[in-house]
């Protein structure tokens, strides 16, 4: 991803659960650092944790061993749709902004929009795109709730 970064400790505090497949797409994408992966995993053991041998040996990794041991636990994990992933990510980039008073969000959901590959479901919140009668706030509005019921599991 070009000059897009996410704060991921920021977008974690809200949205906790990761797919390990999620994250690699993050890392692909530019969104977090293996630096960020190996503190999710260390914070991500628990006595439920699938693979927890790997998930420790990553938590405890450095950034060089952290790319070979995530590509083993993504190899083990189910697999997921990628516009899944990609939906997940841009909700949790702009839920994050949205919760913490982003000033320029729309300048932050045009960028999410080309560098995702124009998805879908943020064409509502594209300024130069087509509107369905409602102003980028109410999409936006509505974006969120959607987003909130669909990835927050509270």
Known sequence: MSDL??????????MPRWSWHELIVGIEKG???YDDVIKYAFSAISEDT????????LSFS??????KIL?????????????DIISKWAFAIIYTAYIND???????TD????????????RQLISYEPSDGRTLSESLT????????KWIKE
């Open 5 to 14: 970064k996410a704060d991921f400790h920021a977008i974690e505090k809200h």
């Open 31 to 33: 969104l977090l650092t």
């Open 50 to 57: 699938e693979n927890i041998d790997l998930v420790v040996e």
């Open 62 to 67: 450095d950034k060089f061993k952290a790319e």
């Open 71 to 83: 590509k083993n636990l993504v190899d083990l994990e189910k697999n997921q749709n990628i516009d």
């Open 102 to 108: 982003h000033e320029d969000i729309f300048v932050l």
């Open 111 to 122: 960028c999410l929009y080309t560098e995702f590959d124009y998805p879908e479901e943020l």
């Open 142 to 149: 509505d974006y969120i709730k959607v987003g909130k019921s």
